[in-house]
C-alpha cells in the first residue's frame, strides 16, 4: 500500500465529495457536444463526478487503487460512468496524444524530477486549441500549513511553471497566484496560496 492508498484508505473522502471550486468556475454548464476531459491525479473522484453529471466523458488517472475505488464508489452514488485508471502521471507514455478536448490537474503535486513530465501530460493528450486548467500550491502554502505537501521542491511559483511551458506548444491564457480560502474535506482547511492557470494548446 503506497502513501496515497493509506491516506485514502477510509470511509471519508479526505478533499470532500464536492468540486474544486476553480473547476466549477471553468465548468458551468453541459457541453453542446461530445466533449471529453482527462483528469490527473484525480484522487477519490470528486471532480471527476461533477464533471461527468455535467454530460463530459471523464478519463482519470491516479496512482492510488484505493482512491480509484472511491472514484466508482462515488460515481455510482451520483448514477454516473468514469474511465478511471491506475498510472503515473509523469511517465512519457501515460495516454494517447491529441484525443482530450481538456485536461485538468488540481492539487496533483508531483517530485521535481517529475514536473516536466506532469505538464507534459496536462498538454500532450490534448486536441489542437484543447484546454487545460490547473490549480496548485505555491511555496509561500508552507507558511500557511492548511494542506499540501511539506516538501518545498513539490510546490511551484509562476516562473518555474512558466518554464516548463515554454517547452511545450501552448498559449497561456492566464496564470495567477492568488490568496484563496478552501474548505475541501478535511485536507484542504483555510486561507491557502495557490497557481490557478489556463492554457491552450496550438
Not at 496533483?108 to 496548485?136: A, I
Amino acid at each position: 500500500m503506497n502513501h496515497w492508498d493509506e491516506k485514502f484508505d477510509s470511509e471519508t473522502y479526505i478533499y470532500g465529495k464536492e468540486a474544486n471550486a476553480y473547476v466549477k468556475e471553468n465548468f458551468v454548464t453541459k457541453p453542446h457536444t461530445a466533449q471529453n476531459v482527462l483528469l490527473l491525479a484525480e484522487g477519490e473522484g470528486r471532480n471527476a463526478v461533477y464533471l461527468a453529471q455535467l454530460g463530459y466523458e471523464v478519463t482519470t488517472y491516479d496512482m492510488s487503487e484505493v482512491g480509484i475505488d472511491k472514484q466508482h464508489k462515488l460515481a455510482q452514488e451520483h448514477n454516473v460512468t468514469i474511465n478511471a485508471n491506475y498510472g503515473d502521471i509523469t511517465a512519457s507514455n501515460l495516454c494517447s496524444d491529441n484525443t482530450f478536448n481538456y485536461s485538468i490537474n488540481i492539487f496533483g503535486h508531483v517530485p521535481q524530477e517529475g514536473k516536466q513530465g506532469m505538464f507534459n501530460n496536462l498538454v500532450k493528450p490534448l486536441v489542437t486549441n484543447g484546454h487545460s486548467y490547473f490549480e496548485f500550491y505555491t511555496t509561500d502554502q508552507l507558511a500557511n500549513g492548511t494542506g499540501g505537501p511539506k516538501d518545498k521542491h513539490m510546490l511551484y511559483e509562476e516562473d518555474e511553471i512558466k518554464g516548463y511551458l515554454e517547452q511545450l506548444p501552448v498559449k497561456i491564457h492566464s496564470l495567477t497566484k492568488r490568496d484563496i480560502t478552501r474548505y475541501e474535506g478535511t485536507a484542504h482547511k483555510g486561507k491557502a496560496s495557490v497557481i490557478q492557470g489556463h492554457i491552450e494548446k496550438i
